[in-house]
């Protein structure tokens, strides 16, 4: 996975020697009264495959259309490369877009749709074919020059898309929605293709996508985004694993939420108060929030162990009784009751075969360490 | 409209027809024609066709049948094509002398030639009015978008005689426009654009106009916005992109309404009788002379079948583009 590689030390946005390579700076997009874009500042270096996450309608395909120049920033300023983009139309930035429905025009064939932005150039016709075939090789569709966009298939038009958007060696690739058309099966394999393609390449990638898997698998780092704010930017891990708002832990992967309120708070850890839970839960680390304050405990599913009897452990040990099961093959999916009532979502792998599992209606033990809870306090 | 709770027209006609098919009359005219092997989809198909069969096809060969005649001093004015000899021969006289006329006659040839050029420059110029004004339209809000189109209709809710004729009064010396200009010092002395080939091409113009908006609109409106994006984005300048992804993507619109206006500009006898001068001439006026002036009914026969193969060629050219677009669209 993309934030997994071996051979990296220091990460671009963890230097603070490096200079960005896209800046978004105070960025507000207006359209009438509604504000799509709210006071956005972003840096995103070379080399990065940036995602940009939210549900429909957060402000990030706005955010998306204004690096590509089809909107300007009612206000704020825009930089790619160190150069201001304010009043720069679209046709002379040096960024290319790849768009949801691809945009293939219908009336050329597939080698005049990815020639197109050559011959704006005025590259000689000799080098164009090359690049063309060239092009075609790497996204596997050469001997499909000829056809025409509506001859070929969803993911062989997604290809073209990528092929035409990256011909022109951009430095800068914007990906709105890449894999939303496509079929589930197909989405996995192309997820990987393009992450290789953007290690070879070099380009830096900015994607635009609701999908968290895809995400996950595609970004350096992810950007959360709603209401036109960008709530939380970190590692795909950072956010899974330290979400800082109920929203993103909630919108990335499943999570069970308990709503408390802060009974000690010390430097190095704190213990809240949750009646959900029916008792309080101890966390291992200091958090910053006024004393008294409510607060949210996240935990994610997977980390909450199920048991028959009673684990040696004294915190973070609740009782409670198992109400749905879903065996999932992999893991199977528990849906416990507490005794106030809140039902816990548990994640359990099923690492041997046995007929002995926890069944409906059973009373069960669950818990986990002072590590897996998140304390966020919006 | 709801149409969960209540039925709707459609319903209540389907209804009906279910009544009408099961009374017994109906049902044994029926089975009647089944036995002659005549379904209901072949009963309804053949209402179009029987259309055309009576008002176009007929018709036409009643003309091409009098083009193929003499004139005779007569109630109608041409010899009869059959003819009975003694009431046992039958004599069919084909006169082709009508055709070897209207070859040998530089007139006809000339009106021709004038129609195709007349036509050929109004469609020109409808299509230079009519794109811009398809484009806005189409481009615009669509609230905006109604009104518009509104405004591109209403003239024809006026009668097209009387559209005409007030373009006499707006071209001629005296005329509005005129006293304006001179009163701006654009001109020294009145321009009279009366009886010229220019008022011709205004009068065709403003009279075509909506039936070339009308397709190029909706060809336009059909245009994905993206495509364009995709362009600007790869590079190309608005202006290259309207010729090189604009024009031919609406291709179809443009064949469509350069058809509308240039068949029936070519036949178009009003306007130029009203607007044009005497060397305007054009293919409908002499037919028409050769009709009510000349009462030479087979010449004029002979011409309106040599414009109807004329206009063959073109209508033939709109069906293959049409064709070939249903075609790439499938």
């Keep these: 996975m993309a934030n997994t590689r071996p051979d990296e030390k220091l990460k671009p946005w963890q230097d603070p020697q490096a200079l960005p390579y896209v800046r978004i700076e105070r960025v507000t997009k207006r359209f009438g009264d509604f504000v799509a874009v709210n006071q956005v500042s972003l840096d995103i270096y070379q080399g990065e495959a940036f995602c940009l996450l939210g549900a429909s309608g957060c402000g990030k395909t706005t955010l998306l259309r204004m690096l590509a120049g089809f909107d300007d920033p009612s206000e704020g300023r825009l930089f790619i490369d160190g150069q201001d983009m304010t009043g720069i139309p679209p046709y002379e930035r040096p960024v290319n877009m790849m768009f949801q429905s691809y945009a293939l025009f219908p009336h050329m064939s597939v080698e005049d749709n990815v020639a197109f932005g050559l011959r704006q150039d005025g590259v000689p016709k000799a080098e164009r074919q090359e690049r063309v075939s060239e092009m075609l090789k790497l996204v596997a569709l050469d001997g499909y020059g000829k056809r025409r966009p509506q001859q070929l298939s969803g993911g062989q038009r997604q290809r073209v898309a990528l092929a035409r958007s990256l011909v022109k060696r951009p430095k800068l690739l914007l990906l709105d929605e890449p894999l939303g058309a496509l079929d589930k099966k197909l989405r996995e394999n192309t997820q990987f293709e393009l992450i290789n393609l953007q290690e070879k390449l070099g380009v830096t990638f900015v994607i635009v996508t609701h999908d968290q898997e895809e995400a996950m698998t595609l970004a350096s780092r992810i950007g959360v985004m709603n209401h036109g704010r960008i709530l939380q930017t970190g590692t795909p891990s950072d956010i899974y694993e330290y979400p800082t708002s109920k929203y993103v832990a909630d919108f990335i992967g499943s999570v069970n939420m308990f709503e408390g309120r802060l009974v000690e708070d010390e430097p190095d850890y704190v213990r809240i108060e949750s009646p959900e839970l029916g008792s309080t839960v101890y966390v291992d680390h200091g958090v910053a929030s006024a004393p008294d304050a409510k607060v949210w405990v996240a935990v994610r599913p997977e980390k909450v162990r199920l048991d028959r009897e009673r684990p040696d452990q004294s915190e973070n040990v609740f009782n409670g009784t198992v109400k749905e099961i879903a065996y999932l093959g992999d893991v199977s999916r528990y849906l416990v009751a507490l005794d106030s009532g809140k039902l816990v979502r548990v994640t359990q792998p099923n690492t041997d075969r046995r007929d002995d599992r926890v069944t409906w209606e059973e009373r069960v033990w669950l818990s986990w360490s002072p590590g897996a809870n998140v304390v966020v306090t919006q | ?330």
């Design chain 2, 1 to 330: 409209m709801s149409g969960v709770a209540q039925p709707n027209l459609g319903q209540v006609l389907s209804g009906l027809l279910q009544a009408l098919l099961g009374w017994a009359p109906v049902r044994a005219a029926q089975g009647r024609l089944k036995d002659w092997g005549v379904t209901g989809r072949m009963a309804v198909t053949a209402v179009p066709y029987l259309w055309l069969l009576v008002f176009f096809l007929v018709p036409f060969f009643i003309v091409l049948k009098i083009s193929f005649s003499s004139v005779e001093i007569a109630m109608p004015p041409f010899a009869p094509l059959i003819q009975w000899a003694d009431d046992k021969v039958m004599l069919i006289r084909l006169n082709l002398g009508n055709y070897q006329f209207l070859w040998e006659d530089e007139l006809y040839s000339s009106a021709l030639l004038n129609s195709l050029k007349m036509a050929g420059v109004s469609t020109t110029l409808a299509l230079l009015v009519g794109y811009p004004m398809a484009y806005g339209i189409a481009r615009s809000s669509r609230e905006w978008r109604n009104i518009l189109l509104m405004l591109v209709m209403l003239p024809f809710w006026t009668s097209f005689l009387l559209r005409v004729y007030a373009w006499i009064g707006l071209l001629g010396i005296n005329s509005p426009i005129n006293q304006m200009l001179l009163a701006l010092g654009l001109i020294d002395e009145p321009v009279s654009l009366l009886q010229t080939d220019w008022a011709v091409y205004i009068g065709i113009v403003y009279s075509y106009l909506p039936f070339m908006v009308l397709p190029l609109y909706t060809a336009i409106e059909k245009l994905d916005g993206t495509l364009l994006e995709a362009a600007a984005d790869l590079g190309c300048r608005p202006t290259r992109t309207f010729f090189s992804i604009t024009l031919p993507l609406t291709k179809e619109g443009i064949v469509a309404g350069c058809m509308l206006v240039f068949i029936p500009a070519t036949g178009e006898f009003v306007i130029p009788a009203l607007l044009g001068g005497p060397d305007s001439l054009m293919i409908g006026r002499v037919l028409w002379e050769e009709f009510f002036n000349n009462r030479d009914w087979p010449v004029a026969s002979a011409v309106a079948i040599l414009l109807l193969l004329l206009l063959v060629g073109p209508i033939m050219l709109y069906q293959r583009v049409q064709q070939a677009a249903g075609g790439a669209h499938r």
